[in-house]
């Protein structure tokens, strides 16, 4: 099916561990996002590529690492795990081409807890 | 970057029409204003996106004033299942859209 998968939708670790968010879409759309959302408040950008191996930070970038080797994933990598980043996260993805804005299409989220 | 500021919650009856205003004083002259929806557990979803005037489409309307500092997201007819967040947005195009400013958005519940 097309469309913006992430994995694993929920997950547990331990302070200190490192952890991988996976994020795939299947409509080769050249941007691509990871947003945190914190209980109760709004999306907040981590990073954002804009093309295969182009990344570049957002707004909450620290304790985070991305990659995008391939134009259809964009893993976002927890290196030392911390409490402060148990939260929902959320993988996006945006087609390029077209003259307007081109509205940013959501995967259904990983809920991550950091014990 | 235009900050956006929107009802923190809103509540509605089955059938009636809602209509969500949000204010972007700062509004510049490329930026475009975009509303998504979130259900709990669930990522935003797109609704509508408009420039001036009047937009419409299968779900909603957005109408824009001719000086663009605000924006009103109409949902006619709400049901139980248009319950959600929706969150107002501006940004200027391809290039800094990554920028997209996500506020706490208007919890909009909506009654029997």
């Known amino acids: 099916d097309a469309g913006i998968t992430q994995s694993p939708r929920y997950k547990i670790t331990e302070t200190g561990r490192q952890v991988t968010l996976m994020c795939h879409q299947t409509?080769?759309?050249?941007?691509m996002f990871w947003y945190r959302q914190d209980l109760g408040h709004g999306l907040r950008l981590i990073y954002y590529s804009a093309a295969a191996d182009i990344t570049d930070k957002g707004e909450v970038p620290d304790g985070y690492v991305v990659s995008r080797s391939k134009t259809e994933n964009f893993p976002l990598t927890l290196e030392s795990a911390t409490r402060s980043q148990t939260s929902v996260y959320f993988c996006?993805?945006?087609?390029?081409?077209?003259?307007?804005?081109?509205?940013?299409?959501f995967g259904d989220g990983t809920r991550l807890s950091i014990l | 970057l235009a900050k956006t500021t929107q009802p923190i919650s809103m509540d509605s009856y089955e059938g009636q029409e809602v209509n969500i205003t949000c204010s972007h004083n700062n509004i510049a002259t490329n930026d475009y204003i975009t509303w998504y929806q979130q259900f709990p557990s669930q990522g935003p979803r797109f609704i509508i996106q408009g420039y001036k005037t009047k937009v419409t489409n299968e779900v909603a309307s957005l109408f824009i004033p001719a000086d663009r500092k605000s924006s009103t997201l109409s949902l006619p007819r709400v049901s139980l299942s248009d319950t959600a967040v929706y969150y107002c947005l501006v940004g200027d195009g391809m290039d800094s859209s990554y920028k997209l400013i996500f506020g706490s958005g208007t919890r909009l519940l909506v009654r029997p």
């Open positions: 409509w080769s759309h050249s941007y």
């Open positions: 996006a993805s945006r087609d390029r081409t077209g003259a307007s804005n081109q509205p940013q299409h």
